[in-house]
């Protein structure tokens, strides 16, 4: 009895030592990605993104830093621009399937959902949906009704724009 005990302790021990180091292995990779995207050394960014994954694959963030990458080599020009947009969409929701009650994903992924839709291709949600629950989550933010809102009005539904514009006055009116 005692020897399964001991032995139960070690593994318990191993267990928590092990999630340790992989917590400890997450967080560092993923902090060297977001120092590199932020040094415009994207491909590095782009492996360290996908290496903290390893270690914790239900964390949103680093898809959305991933997203944030793929997005930032399309500003640069790759040639491959629809691949682009549509690994960032995947990371995006991805993210969203992890975290789906925080505003700024579905806000992103918004405005990449756009892009597919003005580049020929169809998004997995549309970008009207993505606009939309982002408001829906955080009603009251003056960015995802502006964001939302600029959106209609390039679709040309300017009765859904105006009533968003209203509130964005209703919010700050003195901007």
């Known amino acids: 009895m005692n020897l399964l005990v001991k032995a139960f302790g070690y593994l318990i021990l191993f267990l928590v030592l092990f999630g340790g180091v992989k917590q400890w292995l ?25 290496r903290a994954l390893k270690y914790f694959p239900s964390h949103p963030e680093p898809h959305r830093l991933l997203a944030k990458i793929y997005l ?19 990371e995006l929701l991805r993210a969203i399937s992890i975290e789906p009650n925080y505003p700024y994903y579905w ?3 918004g405005r990449v959902s756009e892009l597919l839709e003005y580049l020929g291709e169809m998004p997995q949600k549309s970008p009207r949906s993505a606009f939309h629950r982002a408001c829906l989550i955080d009603p009251n933010n003056p960015l995802f009704l502006n964001m939302f ?3 209609l009005i390039r679709k ?13 006055l209703e919010l700050s009116p003195r901007s």
């Open 26 to 50: 997450f967080s560092y990779n993923f902090f060297q990605a977001k120092n590199l995207y932020q040094e415009n050394q994207l491909p590095e960014a782009l492996w360290k993104s996908k």
């Open 72 to 90: 930032e080599l399309l500003a640069q020009g790759r040639s491959n621009q629809k691949e682009l947009l549509k690994k960032a969409e995947q």
């Open 107 to 109: 806000a992103e992924l």
């Open 149 to 151: 809102a600029k959106y």
């Open 156 to 168: 040309k539904d300017f009765t859904s724009a105006q009533a968003l514009l209203k509130k964005l």
